[in-house]
C-alpha cells in the first residue's frame, strides 16, 4: 500500500521559513504527481502548489507564488515544498497528496482529483 508521509513542520516567526517533506513509499514513484494543501482552522482545504510527474510542470496557487517553492527528486522519492517569507495567516496543517498518472505535465489542483494522502504536518507561523 503506498503511504505518503509528510515532514518538517513546527512553530517559526513570521518571515522565517520552512521546508516540508513529503516521502513517499512507492517504487514507482515517478509515475506520481504530487500536489500541496493545507487546511486552517475552520476553513476548507486549499490548494498549494503541484508538480508533474517529471518535475518540470509546477502549479502554484497565485498567493503562494513567489514565497513558495515545489520540487521533486524522483531518485529518493521524495517531494518538498520550501516556504519562505511565512505569515501568520500560512498557519494550517500541510497535506501532501499522489496521484497516479501517464500524463506527464498533469498538475491537479483540486483535492479530489488526488487518491493519496498524507497524515498532514502542523505549520505554525507567530506574528
Known amino acids: 500500500q503506498v503511504q505518503l508521509v509528510e515532514s518538517g513542520g513546527g512553530l517559526v516567526q513570521a518571515g522565517g521559513s520552512l521546508r516540508l517533506s513529503c516521502a513517499i513509499s512507492?517504487?514507482?514513484?515517478?509515475?506520481?504527481?504530487v500536489g500541496w494543501f493545507r487546511q486552517a482552522p475552520g476553513k476548507e482545504r486549499e490548494f498549494v502548489a503541484a508538480?508533474?510527474?517529471?518535475?518540470?510542470?509546477?502549479y502554484y496557487a497565485p498567493s503562494m507564488e513567489g514565497r513558495f517553492s515545489v520540487s521533486r527528486d524522483n531518485a529518493k522519492n521524495t517531494v518538498s515544498l520550501q516556504m519562505n517569507s511565512l505569515k501568520s495567516e500560512d498557519t494550517a496543517v500541510y497535506y501532501c497528496?499522489?496521484?497516479?498518472?501517464?500524463?506527464?505535465?498533469?498538475?491537479?489542483?483540486?483535492?479530489?482529483?488526488?487518491?493519496?494522502w498524507g497524515q498532514g504536518t502542523q505549520v505554525t507561523v507567530s506574528s
Open positions: 508538480i508533474s510527474t517529471s518535475g518540470e510542470s509546477i
Open positions: 512507492e517504487r514507482t514513484f515517478s509515475s506520481y504527481c
Open positions: 497528496a499522489a496521484l497516479k498518472t501517464d500524463v506527464y505535465y498533469y498538475t491537479p489542483q483540486h483535492s479530489y482529483e488526488y487518491n493519496l
